[in-house]
C-alpha cells in the first residue's frame, strides 16, 4: 500500500471516527432533551391532575356546605311553619271561648265595661256606638248605667264631666267575624274606636306573644 492510499485511510477513518462521535453526541443529546421533555410533562401532568383534584374537594366542600345550608334553612322553616301553625290554633281556641263567653251570663256587664272603656277613650261629646243584631237588646239595657259610671269615673279622676250624646246605631255589626263587643264611632264616622271582643283578642294576642312563646317554645325553637 503506498502512503497516498494510506493517507487516503487515514483520513476516511478519521471521518468516520469523527461521524460517530457526532452522531453518538446527538444521540446523547436528544436523549437528554427527550427526558427533560418528559419530566416536565408528567411533572406538569401531575399540577393539573393535582389543581383538578383540590378544585373538585373545593366544589365538594362548597356543594356539602349548600347542602348542609339548605337542609338546616329547610328544617328552620318546618320548625317556624310548626310554630305558627300551633300558635294559630291557640289563637282560634282562644276566639271560640270568646264566642262562648259573648253567651254567658257575664256578657252584659262585659259590654257595658267596653262601652265606658270606649267613651273614655275615644273623649267626644257625641259617640254612636254599632254591635251586634243579638246584642241590640243587651246594649240598650246597660247604656245609661254605662254613661252613668263613666261620670262617676271621671269625677272620681277629678277631670271635668260631660254630658256625652250616646246613641245606638241602625247598622248592626256583622256576625260573621264577630265574635261580641261594640264599636264607637264620633265626628260622623271619621273616628272609630274598635271593643269587639276580636279586636281585643288581636291586641292581647300580639301583646302577648313575647311571654306566650316563652310559655310554648324553647329559645331556638322560636328565634
Not at 279622676?157 to 250624646?165: D, S, T, Y
Amino acid at each position: 500500500m503506498t502512503d497516498t492510499a494510506r493517507q487516503i485511510k487515514q483520513m476516511v477513518n478519521f471521518i468516520m471516527q469523527e461521524a460517530h462521535e457526532k452522531v453518538n453526541e446527538i444521540r446523547i443529546k436528544t436523549e437528554h432533551d427527550f427526558n427533560l421533555e418528559k419530566q416536565m410533562l408528567v411533572h406538569n401532568g401531575k399540577l393539573k391532575i393535582q389543581e383538578e383534584y383540590a378544585q373538585k374537594e373545593k366544589d365538594l366542600e362548597i356543594q356539602q356546605r349548600v347542602s348542609r345550608s339548605a337542609a338546616i334553612g329547610n328544617a328552620r322553616v318546618k320548625k317556624m311553619k310548626s310554630r305558627d301553625d300551633l300558635l294559630e290554633v291557640l289563637k282560634q281556641e282562644c276566639a271560640a271561648k270568646l264566642a262562648k263567653a259573648a253567651q254567658g251570663k257575664n256578657y252584659t256587664n262585659l259590654l257595658k265595661q267596653l262601652i265606658i272603656q270606649g267613651l273614655i277613650k275615644i273623649e267626644e261629646d257625641t259617640v254612636e256606638i254599632q254591635c251586634r243584631q243579638e246584642d241590640t237588646s243587651k246594649v240598650q239595657q246597660v247604656l245609661p248605667e254605662a254613661i252613668a259610671e263613666f261620670k262617676r269615673t271621671l269625677k272620681a279622676a277629678g277631670q271635668p264631666v260631660p254630658n256625652p250624646n250616646v246613641t245606638l246605631s241602625s247598622t248592626p255589626i256583622a256576625s260573621k267575624g264577630c265574635s261580641g263587643g261594640v264599636v264607637l264611632t264620633a265626628c260622623r264616622g271619621r273616628i272609630v274606636l274598635n271593643q269587639t271582643l276580636d279586636e281585643r283578642l288581636m291586641i292581647a294576642y300580639h301583646d302577648l306573644m313575647p311571654s306566650v312563646r316563652r310559655g310554648l317554645f324553647t329559645t331556638s325553637a322560636w328565634q
